[in-house]
């Protein structure tokens, strides 16, 4: 965690850590999940000094995990893989399906 965190935002890391490993994710892949999950949060709630956009624009992480924990595990949205693949410049990415976005993207 960065230096001057809340003890509230440790505390968040840690639960997230500790969820991620319980799930079976490596010790480093399941740092890597609470640290990304965090700052996120952080940025949305203006507690860094800097934020890219896809972190203020994007739904949060709580609210994107409310809505897999009901439906399951199924991957990206498709409104984060249309966003990636405007990234890597897809062409046609405005017409394909969640399931061409994923193939077109190497998924």
């Known amino acids: 965690m960065p230096r001057g965190s809340s003890p509230k935002r440790e505390r968040q890391y840690e639960h997230i850590k ?3 490993e319980e799930r079976g994710e490596s010790p480093g892949r399941a740092k890597e999940i609470a640290a990304r999950t965090v700052n996120k949060e952080r940025a949305r709630a203006g507690e860094s000094k800097t934020a890219s956009r896809s972190s203020l624009d994007d739904m949060s992480s ?9 439906s399951g595990a199924q991957g990206p949205t498709k ?5 990636e693949a405007r990234q890597r410049n897809i062409k046609g990415r405005s017409r ?3 399931a ?8």
């Open 79 to 83: 409104e984060q893989l249309y966003n």
């Open 62 to 70: 709580s609210r994107r995990g409310g809505l897999r924990s009901h």
């Open 100 to 107: 061409e976005l994923q193939r077109a993207l190497g998924r």
């Open 18 to 20: 500790e969820s991620a």
């Open 96 to 98: 394909m399906d969640k």
